[in-house]
């Protein structure tokens, strides 16, 4: 199995900014699309942004584009989730997740194949 372990989250301010990290166990890490999510209580799992396997193409929910960066370090197994600019409706707990399988990427909540435990982001006003 794939295993995840979120870091970085935390309380920050409007306005301030986290690096969230997600690192992945197992040698085929570089294989795997990745990505963010994030969930806030009683809502939807909702789509942050992701990065191809190759790591060469990036995607991000409308909501968090300009202001949010992913990225992946393939040497350290590790996705990182820069986040700028925060606003009290960031505030969710985040998931890292890998796609379905090796050379594939997420395009969507039901391509995704496992799933870390979260990290959360509590942003105040």
């Known amino acids: 199995q794939v295993q995840l372990v979120e870091s970085g989250g935390g309380l920050v301010q409007a306005g301030g900014s986290l690096r969230l990290s997600c690192a992945a166990s197992?040698?085929?890490?570089?294989?795997?699309?990745m990505g963010w999510f994030r969930q806030a209580p009683g809502q939807d799992r909702e789509f942050v942004a992701t990065?191809?396997?190759?790591?060469?193409?990036?995607n991000y929910g409308d909501s968090v584009k300009g202001r949010f960066s992913i990225s992946r370090d393939n040497a350290k197994n590790t996705i990182f989730l820069q986040m700028g600019s925060l606003k009290p409706e960031d505030t969710a707990v985040y998931y890292c997740?890998?796609?379905?399988?090796?050379?594939?990427?997420?395009?969507?909540?039901?391509?995704?194949?496992?799933w870390g435990q979260g990290t959360q982001v509590t942003v105040s006003s």
């Open positions: 197992g040698r085929t890490f570089s294989t795997y699309g």
């Open positions: 997740a890998t796609a379905r399988g090796p050379f594939s990427d997420i395009t969507n909540y039901v391509s995704v194949g496992y």
């Open positions: 990065i191809s396997w190759r790591g060469g193409r990036t």
